[in-house]
């Protein structure tokens, strides 16, 4: 397995600003993802972290809100911009090898847009 | 479409027994996991399943059905820190996971 170190554990922002959300693994992995978590519901991949090249959305997520870094095979980022109290929710990176059984998380960053 | 069901909540008694059951469609299949996440926490591994069968891990096992699309995850000897949710996920053709909404699993003492 790998060990996912993502920051900020937390953030209290105002509306309009971004936040940037970091991960760093480490060990190179093949796969990184970006999900929310609403309270109480389960996962919803915002996109793929491609290393090198622009990131893959999924429907309902758009690079211009969500612009995604990865520029090797241990770190990314994703922005989360302009925000508004909709976007208060808990993001979480994940990472993973094609041959590999698991998937490990980052710790998460719980963000909060007043 | 791609989905996944599993029940909302369950209770179970401390020292019991559970089942929780997971069923899937997807484009694909390349493996199931299951997950516990406890509150305000990140998910954590438990089991992983690829081919048929039932897979032990000390009070945890999984259960997995291709030709259904079903599994389960039965927790044995059930102790208050079982407490969480458990959260079903389905690595599809494209290796991504499609994750279920999660069965939050409450114990009674």
């Known amino acids: 397995s790998a060990v996912i170190s993502q920051k900020p554990s937390r953030d209290i922002c105002q509306r309009g600003t971004s936040l940037t959300i970091q991960c760093q693994v480490d060990?190179?992995?093949?796969?990184m993802f970006w999900y929310r978590q609403q309270p109480g519901q389960s996962l919803t991949l915002i996109a793929t972290?491609?290393?090198?090249?622009?990131?893959?959305?999924e429907s309902g997520f758009v690079i211009d809100k969500f612009p995604i870094s990865r520029p090797n095979l241990t770190f990314s980022t994703l922005t989360v911009s302009n925000m508004s109290p909709e976007d208060s929710s808990i993001y979480l990176c994940?990472?993973?090898?094609?041959?590999?059984?698991?998937?490990?998380f980052g710790q998460g960053t719980r963000l909060t847009v007043v | 479409g791609q989905n996944i069901d599993q029940p909302t909540e369950m209770t179970a008694t401390e020292g019991a027994i559970v089942q929780i059951n997971c069923t899937y469609q997807?484009?694909?299949?390349?493996?199931l996991f299951w997950y516990q996440q406890h509150a305000g926490e990140a998910p954590t591994f438990l089991s992983y399943?690829?081919l048929d069968g039932l897979e032990e891990k000390g009070r945890f096992s999984s259960f997995l059905s291709r030709s259904k699309g079903y599994s389960y995850l039965l927790l044995k000897e059930l102790q208050m820190k079982d407490s969480a949710s458990y959260l079903c996920?389905?690595?599809?053709?494209?290796?991504?996971?499609?994750w279920g909404a999660g069965t939050k699993l409450i114990i009674k003492p």
């Open positions: 994940s990472g993973g090898r094609t041959e590999s059984t698991e998937a490990f």
């Open positions: 060990s190179q992995v093949t796969m």
């Open positions: 996920a389905v690595r599809d053709s494209n290796y991504q996971l499609i």
């Open positions: 997807t484009s694909g299949f390349n493996g």
């Open positions: 399943n690829v």
């Open positions: 972290a491609n290393q090198g090249s622009e990131a893959t959305y």
